[in-house]
């Protein structure tokens, strides 16, 4: 089940401010009584007016994007020959997706978009243990494989999700199997049928699924931190808590028979939610990572770890993108991938203003992984609104209930066109037009290569005086900053961090 993110800041909330609703005046004579009365009536309107102004500071933010500026904001969409030439910039493939279940409707519509928009499929149900061992010792892989197929026939790449997960297990399990058993013959042998009947061109596998607590805390050891989970197999199923397997056993034994039967080249991963910042739960899956590598030893670049990213699009409901980059910088010095892997964002009104904010939380998200050396996998979770795991009103998808694309499918589309024409990366849209402004001129044609020359500036505040430029490598932007936010020529304004964006040769 995932939890989406509790706001981590954030203006008061309309529940915030409730208590303040009890505030009445006691009062003890009918003169006082009626004076207490307006005093009430006064209090009561001024809360009133303050809940108003904290919804609406609740709001999203206005935001600048690239479909703003020369990118295209409506028509057909056709990517393919763009995700060539992203691959070509990042030197290897870039894995751009989504989801696919063979009774998935509107076959139509799947056969297209993986032909013009995604590149790149996870069966969203047919590789899960359920459909993949349905009795114990007996490996049927015919859903999954046929996933595959699909893929193959679309010339897709293929990613595997999942060969472990507490969800989604048939139903001779967890059954009341000692973990002694689980560990040396119920996992092995899964892992073995599922990753050896696969074969070697998946390019990563969901090696273990939500393993980590969401109770966790800033400190604790790699077992802590999955035993906070407090699911099978570290407990029995039958809600006692009576302990199982009392140590990482289970998830060195999954990954060392991946290892043992996966492709040279496919990642090994370990995927959750609600991770991706500086956060307990981010630090607990780097720790069991690095746990998995000391008791495996599994080379660090054969691992990865998946940040399914499935969000909302308001305050505290995603990650930053410097959060972010921060992460991946952290994996990619221990020579760790890191994928996005399930991302999609809820929003709480299907509106232009608020598809709008989805549409900069997926540029920042996609920018994150483009223009890091170590994020070379990038999975949109189901593909249209109507199929969507949370609900066809949550809006939470690229393409809406008649596989129209939304703003946030242009903005993508812009956001890898603006990377494979080796433009600066844009600065972090989601934090609204008052830290990022997008200026860019130039014409792009849709689906190839785009001319467009999209620099970005940074600015905070009412963004800073015109007409003015700064020097090369003088500031341009950033939180705080007044000043000129344009560059001279043969300079453009790269956000060093939130607070300082730098003119830096083109
Ligand atoms: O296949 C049966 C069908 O025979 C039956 O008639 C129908 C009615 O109950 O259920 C069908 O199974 C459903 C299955 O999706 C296939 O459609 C299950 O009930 C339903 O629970 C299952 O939901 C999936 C969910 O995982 C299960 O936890 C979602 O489609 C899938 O998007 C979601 O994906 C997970 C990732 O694997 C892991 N990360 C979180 C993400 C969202 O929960």
Redesign the pocket.
């Known amino acids: 089940?995932?939890v989406p993110m509790a706001p981590k800041v954030g203006p008061a909330t309309e529940r915030e401010l409730r208590p303040h609703y009890g505030y009445f005046f006691i009062c003890s004579f009918h003169s006082i009584l009626r004076a207490c009365a307006a005093m009430s009536s006064l209090v009561a309107s001024f809360i009133a007016i303050a809940i108003f102004a904290g919804r609406v500071a609740n709001a999203q933010p206005a935001v600048s994007l690239l479909i703003d500026n020369g990118y295209p904001s409506s028509g057909t969409l056709n990517i393919a020959s763009v995700l060539t030439q992203v691959s070509a910039k990042k030197g290897q493939t870039f894995h751009f997706g989504s989801?696919y279940?063979t009774?998935d409707a509107d076959q139509s519509w799947f056969d297209s978009i993986f032909q013009t928009f995604f590149k790149h499929v996870v069966s969203?149900?047919g590789c899960?243990w359920d459909a993949t061992e349905p009795t114990q010792g007996t490996s049927d892989l015919t859903e999954c494989l046929a996933t595959q197929s699909f893929a193959t026939t679309y010339g897709n790449s293929f990613r595997g999700?999942?060969t472990f997960?507490h969800?989604?297990t048939p139903s001779w399990l967890p059954g009341s199997f000692s973990a002694s058993t689980l560990v040396n013959t119920i996992i092995p042998q899964h892992v073995q049928a599922e990753i050896q009947g696969m074969g070697s061109s998946v390019t990563s596998w969901?090696v273990v699924?939500?393993v980590v607590g969401d109770g966790v805390s800033n400190g604790m050891t790699a077992l802590q931190c999955v035993q906070n989970k407090g699911d099978w197999p570290t407990v029995t199923s039958d809600g006692s808590g009576t302990p199982l397997v009392t140590d990482l056993s289970f998830i060195y034994q999954a990954f060392k028979t991946a290892y043992t039967y996966a492709g040279a080249n496919t990642r090994l991963a370990i995927?959750d939610?609600n991770t991706g910042g500086q956060d307990a739960k981010t630090a607990c899956v780097i720790a069991v990572l690095e746990s998995i590598q000391a008791n495996t030893s599994i080379p660090y670049d054969r691992l990865a770890i998946g940040f399914?990213s499935?969000l909302t699009a308001s305050t505290g409901g995603f990650y930053t993108k410097s959060a972010l980059a921060s992460t991946f910088s952290t994996l990619a010095a221990l020579g760790v991938n890191a994928m996005i892997?399930?991302m999609d964002i809820e929003v709480n009104t299907d509106n232009t203003a608020n598809l709008r904010y989805q549409a900069a939380i997926w540029g920042d998200y996609l920018d994150a992984c483009l223009y890091a050396s170590n994020c070379n996998e990038f999975i949109n979770?189901?593909p249209r609104d109507d199929l969507?795991?949370?609900g066809t009103s949550a809006a939470a998808t690229l393409f809406d209930s008649n596989g129209n694309p939304k703003p946030a499918a242009y903005e993508v589309a812009a956001r890898l066109q603006n990377y494979a024409a080796g433009n600066a990366e844009p600065c972090a849209t989601s934090s609204g037009t008052s830290v990022c402004t997008i200026t860019g001129t130039g014409s792009t044609t849709t689906g190839s290569s785009s001319s467009t020359s999209s620099t970005k500036s940074s600015s905070s505040g009412s963004g800073g005086p015109t007409g003015c430029a700064s020097a090369e490598w003088g500031q341009c932007g950033g939180m705080g900053w007044t000043g000129c936010t344009s560059c001279a020529s043969g300079t453009t304004c790269q956000e060093q961090n939130a607070y300082y964006s730098q003119c830096l040769p083109s």
Do not use: A, L
């Open positions: 089940m995932i989801t279940d009774y969203e149900n899960k999700h999942n997960w969800s989604q969901d699924n939500e995927n939610y399914q499935h892997t399930e979770w189901d969507s795991w949370r």
